[in-house]
């Protein structure tokens, strides 16, 4: 059984920042590409950031500049922080991870996601 967890989401104000964190636990023998998705109360859920196993990012045109998303393999954790947050950044933020947990077996897992308030 893996499980994802984050934390870190509250309310901030506009300018602010916020660190979000993402500790996979169970089953684990790799952790592929993990990454922060978001929605917004009425829309779709949208990718914000994700991180190879390697290290490349990739980032929303919504977030560059503002967002920077890091691992910590050996603490099986994923990092999202987010600067001069606007209140058009206000979701819940999801963790998603591809996780080996078996040989030669891989699925993707999601986390139960943490709120994000950014107020004006």
């Known amino acids: 059984q893996v499980r994802l967890v984050e934390s870190g989401g509250g309310l901030v104000q506009a300018g602010g920042s916020l660190r979000l964190s993402c500790v996979a636990s169970?089953?684990?023998?790799?952790?592929?590409?993990m990454g922060w998705h978001r929605q917004a109360p009425g829309k779709q859920r949208e990718v914000v950031a994700v991180i190879t196993s390697s290290g490349s990012t990739v980032y929303a045109d919504s977030v560059k500049g503002r967002a920077t998303i890091s691992r910590d393999n050996a603490k099986n954790t994923v990092y999202l922080q987010m600067n001069s947050l606007k209140p058009e950044d206000t979701a819940v933020y999801y963790c998603n991870a591809n996780i080996v947990w078996a040989i030669q077996t891989a699925s993707d897992y999601w986390g139960q996601g943490t709120h994000v308030t950014v107020s004006s």
């Open positions: 169970g089953s684990i023998f790799k952790l592929n590409d």
